[in-house]
């Protein structure tokens, strides 16, 4: 029986496991016609490795501390240069300060300004992308991120006798779950998280990528969210800032 | 116990990023023929994995996904985003000999018969093709390209060969 085309492409990119690459190339060696696909395959791999590099510029000279200073982070080491930079920053962060403090003060008039001035322009924030994260007096906040696979559910094992899942859809290529450190322990597969939360009362902030093809939410193993594609069914309820919210406790009788 | 941790993930970032910088820029300048806007593209998913403060699990198959949404991003969007870091094409190359003028004009006429080859095939085919050339596991470019992971492989060969198909139609054998 010869190797099927999917396992001499594995063969060639040590795709196989240890055993079945050992059994694969026992194969390869008494086999004349798998011996000449693996070749042919070899042939044409190195053709288009030689026609790719074609294609190819020098990189561009970069370096981590130069990604994490962009980042926004206080990078070990910054440059002399980057201080000029800094202290404006340091100027607009005071700026702001002085004016807080100026807005706190009782019987400031800046609170009326800013008042004024908030009606002035329409006086509306940003409704934000999310609902705001509940907050918890345990600061600690717990979470896990995976990468979604063609299907994926999430599976919180449990109805709560409170709390509420809220979810997002997101550019990010990831599947995010937080909740307040301590309220869950979350174990993972390649299409699969089991989030134990028994006797838990939290609030679950849920992040699903926009372009992940199937993603679905189950609470003590009923279906309260499925996102189809770019369709999304769910027994929650849309929220004004555009995620869904859904009930973590029992369906009424 | 925090400095501890924090600079830990800066070692493993400085770390992922030595390995892996060129592989990402290579690919996306595969991609779109555009050196400054794959370094900024790539630059831009290191920015992410950076502001992330942890590694995820697996941090190769997360940041080709996050460069890959940003290069549709950016292509779609037709904007540029803020060079990170200013290294121009012409400037990069000042560092290497310059080529004369018959090799430089030879390897232009290479890039143009490639680039037409490539574009010629469909757009997974084209990009299963570029992240296998930079190594990618079978699992990486199935995540990546939302495929089974198990048809990988006879999906690559057919890519491969319609490459090379392609090109010897137009240009001749390689």
Known sequence: MHLDEERVQRLLHGELSLEAGRSAREHVAGCVDCRRRLMEAEREEADVHTLLRALDDPPPRTSPEGVAARAGAVAVGVRAHDSAWLRRAASILLAVGIAGVAYAVPGSPVRGWVRVLVRKVGGRSEPSTMPPYPKDSHAGVSGIALLPGQKFLILLKSAQGGGQALVSLTDGPEVQVRAPAGAATFTSSADQLLIDNRDSLATFEIRIPRDAPWVEIQVGGARVFLKEGPRVTTTGFTSAAGGYVLRLTPSGP | ?174
């Open chain 2, 1 to 174: 116990m925090e400095p501890e941790k924090s600079r830990s993930f800066q070692d493993q970032f400085a770390e992922l990023f030595d390995a892996r910088f060129e592989r990402i820029y290579r690919y996306l300048n595969r991609l779109s023929g555009d050196p400054e806007l794959a370094a900024d593209v790539a630059q831009e998913a290191f920015v992410k994995l950076y502001r992330r403060g942890s590694l995820p699990d697996s941090p190769e198959a997360w940041l080709i996904s996050v460069a890959m949404n940003l290069f549709r991003n950016a292509k779609s969007a037709h904007s540029r985003r803020l060079r990170l870091l200013t290294p121009a094409r012409g400037e990069s190359m000042l560092s290497d000999p310059p080529p004369g003028p018959d090799e430089a004009m030879e390897a232009e006429d290479s890039r143009r018969r490639v680039r037409l080859a490539l574009d010629r095939l469909p757009d997974r085919e084209r990009r299963m093709l570029l992240l296998r050339a930079e190594g990618y596991s079978y699992r990486d470019i199935a995540g990546a390209l939302r495929l089974n992971e198990a048809s990988v492989g006879v999906l690559l060969a057919r890519a491969r060969r319609a490459f090379r198909n392609i090109y010897e139609e137009s240009f001749g054998a390689p």
